[in-house]
């Protein structure tokens, strides 16, 4: 399971939104950024 910005290239069908700050959150818990869009640069969050 990855974390992806809006309109990722890859990105599954089984995808659903979330907010910026659930994102965070998962970003700092055990839920890896996708390698190709990158979310937690996009959410300013060191890599």
């Known amino acids: 399971m990855y974390v992806h ?3 990722c290239w890859s ?3 089984r995808t659903r939104p979330i907010t910026r ?3 965070r959150r998962l970003l700092t818990g055990n839920v890896a950024p996708c390698p190709q869009c990158r ?3 996009a959410l300013g969050m060191p890599g």
């Open 11 to 13: 990105a599954k069908k």
């Open 21 to 23: 700050d659930d994102a």
């Open 5 to 7: 910005v809006g309109g």
């Open 39 to 41: 979310p937690d640069t």
